[in-house]
T-cell receptor, first 115, second 117 residues
Framework: NAGVTQTPKFQVLKTGQSMTLQCAQD?????MYWYRQDPGMGLRLIYY???????DKGEVPNGYNVSRLNKREFSLRLESAAPSQTSVYFC??????????????FGEGSRLTVL | AQKITQTQPGMFVQEKEAVTLDCTYDTSDPSYGLFWYKQPSSGEMIFLIY??????QNATEGRYSLNFQKARKSANLVISASQLGDSAMYFCAMRNILTGGGNKLTFGTGTQLKVEL
């Protein structure tokens, strides 16, 4: 039972390089999210996709783009990486609400370092 | 706008004792949900407990209970009979149900709990 799978787990980039973080879920969830975690800041929402075909900005979207490729997959792209984007990135998914808690299920995280 | 505040960056508790982790929230949405997650040193995020704003009783899940005081806008996590494995970072989070946008959560900054022998 894989749940939410994100790749890569670790990545080192140089300033200005681009990369894509991949995320896939096998729980048939409608909604998917990208968060970043920085020390002392908690988790902050970058982008989310409430349902297939839609994406919306979260709290800290600058410098990122996303693609909801299909119901299963939601990718995060850094077009020109900056040291301020050094962080741990989490992908998450959730079922549609309607009498359930709607908790988020998280991937294991991707540690990105930008030099 | 919504905000979650966790004022305890770090807490210590002795094994087998109970501990309360504080969480206060602010929202204008009358319908919301409150969550607690645990993040051990291995890094994964583990869902612990949920409380809906209209739930009449405080949520409980095994050794975890949520002390929900709506008028005070607080949602403290109580861990009873602490174990060494409870040492972790704990995050409080909130979802606005009416204005939600999927089930997106707003997180607090976390409390690092250390359980000592």
């Amino acid at each position: 039972n894989a749940g939410v799978t994100q790749t890569p787990k670790f990545q080192v980039l140089k300033t200005g390089q681009s990369m894509t973080l991949q995320c896939a879920q096998d729980m048939n969830h409608n909604s998917m999210y990208w968060y970043r975690q920085d020390p002392g800041m908690g988790l902050r929402l970058i982008y989310y996709s409430a349902s297939e075909g839609t994406t919306d900005k979260g709290e800290v979207p600058n410098g990122y783009n996303v693609s909801r490729l299909n119901k299963r997959e939601f990718s995060l792209r850094l077009e020109s990486a900056a040291p301020s984007q050094t962080s741990v990135y989490f992908c998450a998914s959730s079922a549609r609400t309607g009498g359930i808690t709607g908790e988020l299920f998280f991937g294991e995280g991707s540690r990105l370092t930008v030099l | 706008a919504q905000k979650i505040t966790q004022t305890q960056p770090g807490m210590f508790v002795q094994e087998k004792e109970a501990v309360t982790l504080d969480c206060t929230y602010d929202t204008s949405d009358p319908s919301y949900g409150l969550f607690w997650y645990k993040q051990p040193s291995s890094g994964e995020m583990i869902f612990l407990i949920y409380q809906g704003s209209y739930d009449q009783q405080n949520a409980t899940e095994g050794r975890y209970s949520l002390n929900f005081q709506k008028a005070r806008k607080s949602a403290n996590l109580v861990i009873s009979a602490s174990q060494l494995g409870d040492s972790a970072m704990y995050f409080c989070a909130m979802r606005n149900i009416l204005t939600g946008g999927g089930n997106k959560l707003t997180f607090g900054t976390g409390t690092q709990l250390k359980v000592e022998l």
